[in-house]
């Protein structure tokens, strides 16, 4: 498929064969059993190398699958609180988001504010201001308690492990 007139071509271990036709490259590739690769189109003239193409895309492959491997995943984990919760269920619950927070997710933070509820939105800050303080070492709030409609809603991010 390369239909340039002349290339530069590399052989498999990187040493330079020169500047020829684009047949003499390909027929010299076919000699060692191996295949010419334009790996840099836009030079002049463009580079060519003999290497082995299904070995090349196999090895790329796997270093994909093992970068890929190494990753880790940032799920979000939800707490929900409610306006008349009492001492140690939100200890319990703020427990589990630290839980969350060690494992490095988000966690979001939220309360649902039912019937007169609404009538004291301020009592829902100090409660998620509270929460927060209580996951302050392993979390930092990166979104601030806001309410939408009927629910408050606060995000805490893992503080980077050191």
């Known amino acids: 498929m390369i239909r340039d007139r002349e290339v530069r071509v590399i052989t498999e271990s990187g040493e330079q064969l020169g500047i020829m036709t684009a047949a003499e490259a390909l027929r010299i590739a076919e000699d060692r059993d191996l295949d010419l690769v334009k790996i840099a189109p836009q030079s002049k003239p463009p580079v060519c190398k003999i290497m082995d193409y299904g070995k090349y895309k196999f090895e790329q492959q796997k270093r994909l699958k093992e970068a890929k491997?190494?990753?880790?995943?940032?799920?979000?984990?939800?707490?929900?609180?409610?306006l008349n919760i009492d001492t140690h269920d939100i200890e319990t619950k703020a427990k589990n988001a630290r839980k969350f927070l060690e494992k490095g997710d988000r966690v979001k933070v939220s309360i649902r504010f039912r019937g007169r509820e609404m009538a004291h939105p301020e009592r829902g800050l100090e409660l998620?201001?509270?929460?927060?303080?209580?996951?302050?070492?392993?979390?930092s709030v990166e979104k601030p308690a806001k309410l939408e409609g009927r629910n408050m809603l606060m995000f805490l991010a893992a503080k980077p492990a050191k």
Do not use: P, T
């Not at 491997?69 to 409610?82: A, G, P």
């Not at 998620?128 to 979390?139: I, P, Q, S, T, Y």
């Open 69 to 82: 491997k190494n990753q880790h995943q940032i799920d979000i984990k939800e707490v929900q609180l409610s």
């Open 128 to 139: 998620m201001a509270r929460f927060a303080e209580m996951c302050a070492d392993l979390g």
